[in-house]
């Protein structure tokens, strides 16, 4: 019988490496998207475009209640910064941090897989270049496979303990491109931006696309996806 | 400063008295209740009420998702088992087991008290009236504590500990009314019922239904709220 693993899915190059390598491991995909007021709502068409080009067994958007998460730049109009170093980045929670996100998204996921008696739940988390979001860190992810474990039908009858994997939590930006077009992910359907413009082309400049198109250079290739104006990779 | 606090609020008497709890303490209450496909919506009428006469600070109601949860007796027509005795509802998981409800709940709670940088979550479970649900259970709040701490600004930053309350964890249903009557809860705005009629009167013979009865009978006290044809407290 073939395994199943729900994939957490925004349509960025992270959870769209983590879907390709959850296919390579032979698990059959539900994906998973979330609507919850994000700005770049564009993010939901690259999923759909990544989930289709995957042939994922279905492809579930859940829509969160965005009353709940307060104030983000990512849901309101706080601007996004611009133009940061490495360094600058990892200083503190940055102000893109979604209350609790990761643990919502994740309790989602879990839901699925229980109501589908599914062990298996892939999150694309990155602690590298998010070193200052709390839920991006692996002992988090340990603690909510505690959670997974004792607080469903699946964790506590079934046959296997539930696994929350991570493949992609210990690489930088540069080593998920790599590994992502070792496994044929095809990047000009993702989509990295914090602030695109109307038309949805990414702006070049936010954290976002500054880590992305550090790693498309690092890996002497050209980002596939078009930016605002000069930004190319 | 007043300290301010999460309250789960299904307007069940468990969380009822949990809130007269929360408010004995001396926290000021953002009560939080969810709209989720249930089919006894009007327990939403009852956390209302019960959210009004506490004097919460706020009361939301967020909307969820119910396509995540799959089949359930308390989301779809299955039937809700009755007339079981205490041994019947303690054997393995029961059907009005909703998958990783708790969770998805308590990942709301999170979000929001993050929002509010609030350090505080009261929820009214139960492991003895509900020894079936893996997600009442004392180990699965620790391990939510966990996350909840590791996973959001406020369990990094805040200058105190993230704290899941669960006042009424370990009470008998007996012990619960007996609380709750000593703090002042108003037990005719709450509401129980899996099975409700249309005009929203509990049936009194499930299983929440049969509990309620014997911890009033118990009590020595008669159930204030009106139930179907003979089924009187």
Wanted: some cysteine; aromatic content about 6%.
């Amino acid at each position: 019988m073939v395994k199943k693993a729900i994939v957490l899915l925004s349509g960025g190059l992270d959870s769209a490496t983590t879907l390709a390598v959850a296919k390579k491991e032979g698990y059959e995909v539900v994906a998973l998207s979330f609507r919850y007021g994000q700005r770049h709502s564009v993010e939901l068409l690259a999923a759909e475009a990544v989930a289709e080009q995957n042939s994922v067994v279905s492809h579930k958007v859940i829509d969160i209640d965005l009353a709940v998460f307060g104030q983000s730049a990512l849901t309101t109009s706080i601007d996004v910064p611009v133009s940061r170093s490495l360094e600058e980045m990892n200083e503190s929670i940055p102000v893109t941090y979604v209350p609790a996100r990761n643990t919502v998204f994740l309790s989602y996921a879990l839901a699925l897989a229980d109501s589908l008696s599914c062990n298996d739940i892939f999150i694309g988390v990155n602690q590298l270049d998010y070193a200052g979001y709390p839920d991006c860190r692996p002992e988090f992810i340990k603690a909510f496979e505690m959670v997974a474990n004792l607080g469903t039908r699946t964790g506590v009858e079934g046959e296997a303990v539930i696994k929350i994997h991570t493949p992609v939590i210990d690489l930088t930006k540069t080593e998920i491109i790599k590994l992502g077009l070792e496994l044929g992910v095809d990047y000009s359907k993702t989509h990295s931006c914090y602030s695109p413009d109307e038309a949805g082309l990414a702006c070049g400049v936010c954290d976002a696309c500054s880590l992305r198109l550090m790693g498309f250079a690092e890996n002497g290739i050209k980002d596939p996806i078009k930016y605002v104006g000069s930004h190319e990779g």
